[in-house]
């Protein structure tokens, strides 16, 4: 198989980045859920996160619950996804707990539950605004009425989601909404949640500052752990590692070039109208990793002299430097979050627990 392109990772850097944000929240008497999702569930990095005092971990593929099980198997598990009906059974072996907002699946879990004799955690989940994964204000009585009447579910808490689709922003308002639908849920059905799951990375900025509300007691934390940065403004989280993951990528041409493309223009092979700027000859180097593999635009070149120009599905263009590389060199990069969850998945990129430091 080949060596490169190669994602170094460095489980050290994601425990202490777990470690710091652990902290953070106990000012607070939160608890921080470690989101595996974007490592495809990796059990490394999993334990990496349990390692730094998360105390449970959560992704949205069944398929990764398993994984981290597998190697895991004394770890709190949550299904970050609503279950599809096609993996319920799987859901109710290898799940801890599942977030939760159409009854049909609620009923499904409570027979597979029943059939596998287990009991099933489920988290409700709220629509807030970002018209994701959410319950309608009006939906939350029939739902919490089924599982309360059920012996194989158990009503976890509720919780909320933020900034993944929409990008609404988790302010004092939409928290203080979020606690007053506790409110008015609890006083209508005469219950109290005990777990209230209040959001993700977003949410650090503002625990950072002051204490939380006193009510929420959970984050689900992925990209603050893993890149060490907040998900409003990207800004890094103090005290934390923005290098825990590393791409190395090969050279495979080094030539000096024109900076503009000779002839008549249309769109590239994904659709698109690439905008070119004239700056002459330039070295222009090519490195085996494309689009099949991440998000170019997502990547942060570690040497600060050379420029992302762009790239195709195996191919990405750079600008270098002077006369520094050669063919057969490699070139480092940081990835943002959605580069770094395509190099997960990516079979044509070998991960490695040698870690490579980059600083930019």
Do not use: W
């Not at 859920?33 to 349990?50: E, H, I, Q, R």
């Not at 299904?79 to 799940?95: G, K």
């Amino acid at each position: 198989m080949n060596e490169f392109p190669k994602l170094h990772i460095n489980l050290e850097k994601i425990e202490k980045n777990t470690e710091t944000i652990v902290n953070i929240a106990k000012r607070s008497g939160i608890e921080i859920v470690g989101v595996t999702k974007a490592s495809c569930g990796d059990p490394n990095v999993g334990k990496a996160m349990l390692d730094g005092g998360a105390t449970g971990l959560a992704d949205s593929r069944i398929s990764n619950i398993k994984r981290l099980k597998e190697k895991l198997p004394a770890a709190s598990c949550m299904l970050l996804r609503s279950p599809m009906l096609s993996e319920i059974s799987e859901v109710v072996e290898y799940a801890d707990s599942s977030i939760n907002t159409e009854l049909v699946v609620l009923k499904a879990l409570d027979k597979e539950s029943r059939n596998q004799e287990k009991t099933h955690n489920v988290l409700l989940m709220a629509e807030l605004g970002e018209l994701r994964e959410g319950i309608l204000s009006e939906e939350f009585s029939d739902l919490i009425s089924f599982v309360n009447s059920t012996d194989s579910l158990h009503l976890l808490g509720i919780g909320m989601n933020l900034t993944c689709f929409s990008g609404v922003i988790p302010t004092e308002q939409k928290i203080s909404e979020f606690l007053q639908l506790i409110d008015g849920i609890e006083q209508e059905q005469g219950i109290t949640f005990t777990l209230i799951s209040g959001g993700n990375t977003a949410n650090i900025p503002r625990l950072a500052q002051k204490p939380f509300h006193s009510r929420i007691n959970q984050l689900r934390v992925g990209e603050g752990i893993l890149l060490g940065r907040e998900t409003i403004h990207r800004t890094s989280i103090d005290q934390t590692f923005q290098d825990a993951f590393v791409l190395e990528a090969e050279l495979i041409e080094v030539k000096k070039k024109p900076s503009v493309p000779d002839g008549d223009l249309t769109e590239n092979a994904f659709g698109e109208k690439p905008v070119f700027e004239d700056h002459g000859e330039i070295i222009r180097g090519i490195a085996a990793v494309g689009m099949q593999d991440t998000i170019l635009d997502d990547l942060l070149p570690c040497d600060e002299t050379i420029s992302v120009l762009g790239g195709s599905s195996d191919h990405l263009i750079l600008q270098l430097p002077g006369k520094r590389y050669n063919v057969g060199d490699t070139v480092f990069f940081i990835p943002k979050y959605g580069a770094l969850v395509h190099l997960f998945t990516s079979n044509y990129v070998q991960k490695s627990y040698d870690p490579i430091d980059c600083k930019i």
